[in-house]
DNA sequence: ACCAAGATAGTGATTGATTACTACCTTAAT
DNA sequence: ATTAAGGTAGTAATCAATCACTATCTTGGT
């Protein structure tokens, strides 16, 4: 998409400490997905934003402050996203694939999401990225396991599911397949893997349709 | 389990060549585990073994040359563990399921092993590592996939199972558990949870006892 | 059996490159 | 004119890699 750091606004520069703190937020998280997580130096930052590499620490008091205010970020909007996805399910199970696709596809926007969450050199040192990781993991498993409980209290979902067992490999799903396409790029498109994957999940999921078959 | 560099041979250095290279391999992938795959540096190699920095490079000609090293290690022994654990099951499933087990228990054993596999800041560069990771990865899903298969030919898969992709979701199963152990670390035994979460992955695969009961 | 000669493993010091971060100066926009 | 955003030019620390040298082991000729 771009060979040269930024064409975007050739002349403008200078801009308001909020915009170039979002803007610092968003290069990160691209270079984050081109070279690593580890490998994200404040040069390249100022680089792909074409000012110097000082100006950046007028906006962040330390490259921490800068993973924490991308982590805060990657919160609030998957938060966002997969809110607005669950409340427009008719039900549970229809709010959970919502949820799933909604969350493949910001995924797909933004890759280097998972790799922020889990990298070890972040929330290794610092105890407050540590914590927030925690917080974003149990509250999503939290979501997945009410919504297939709900679903159980309705006769979608099998009655002797493990509700949590079966968010943990809801969020595996999800994982593998951002692997997939992190290892494989771009041999595998990872929406088209996703909607391949997700009806045998919900083969695991589903209340059976048995012998009775109702209305 | 140490503060201290390493007391198993209190006094004995000086190690022939074989030897001190998988040792190199070993605490590499230990130090992996603890502070991270991109923050092990040589001279952390060759605190935990109790030499001096420059002697590890005597045995590889470079870091990458490790990393190169750690990878096909990883790949030797994975494949012949699972390979064992499948070769004991009594038909497809059951080695499906010994081949899971098999896996966490490994990856137990050496948690680093997955960062290690999907490190961007590792494959993203050398292009030999990539190419064995990449292999790792579709060897491993071409074996999923055709004991699926087989399970299919048995009766004892459902007929209409996408086998692709119940692979990508078994891979995605120990990612995730791999995940929360990772990040939950120690609130959760790997072990305890892959016990919990198989049998829904199961479900998935299993040919439903319908109506007509064989036998 | 001996031991000199070569081979091998490890030391210690150093290199150049890269890193996060800082102090001070300049300039554009209101 | 003020001031906040950015530029310039550093610093100290850390990193992989190199190198001259030393310690220890192995071996072949006598």
């Not at 937020?25 to 074409?50: F, H, N, Y």
Request: a neutral charge; hydrophobic letters at 45%.
């Amino acid at each position: 998409m771009s060979s040269e750091p930024e064409f975007n606004q050739p002349q403008r520069k200078r801009l308001g400490a909020d915009e170039r703190r979002e803007e610092i937020i968003r290069v990160t998280l691209e270079l984050a997905d081109k070279q690593g997580v580890d490998d994200v130096t404040t040069q390249d930052m100022a680089e792909a934003m074409g000012v110097t590499q000082g100006a950046v620490f007028r906006h962040f008091a330390s490259k921490d402050a800068i993973w924490l205010a991308v982590m805060q970020w990657v919160r609030d909007r998957l938060m966002a996203v997969l809110g607005h996805a669950a409340a427009q399910g008719r039900d549970p199970l229809d709010a959970l694939q919502r949820m799933f696709f909604a969350h493949i596809e910001f995924i797909a926007g933004h890759p280097a999401i998972p790799r922020v969450l889990t990298s070890r050199h972040l929330h290794g040192r610092n105890a407050m990225l540590r914590q927030l990781v925690t917080e974003i993991m149990l509250g999503y498993e939290a979501k997945i396991a009410g919504l297939l409980t709900d679903a159980q209290a309705q006769g979608l979902a099998r009655a002797d599911l493990d509700t949590h067992a079966a968010a943990t490999l809801y969020i595996g799903m999800v994982q593998g397949l951002v692997l997939q396409s992190s290892i494989l790029r771009g041999r595998r498109a990872i929406e088209k893997e996703a909607a391949r994957t997700f009806p045998v999940y919900l083969q695991a999921i589903r209340q059976q349709p048995s012998q009775e078959s109702p209305s």
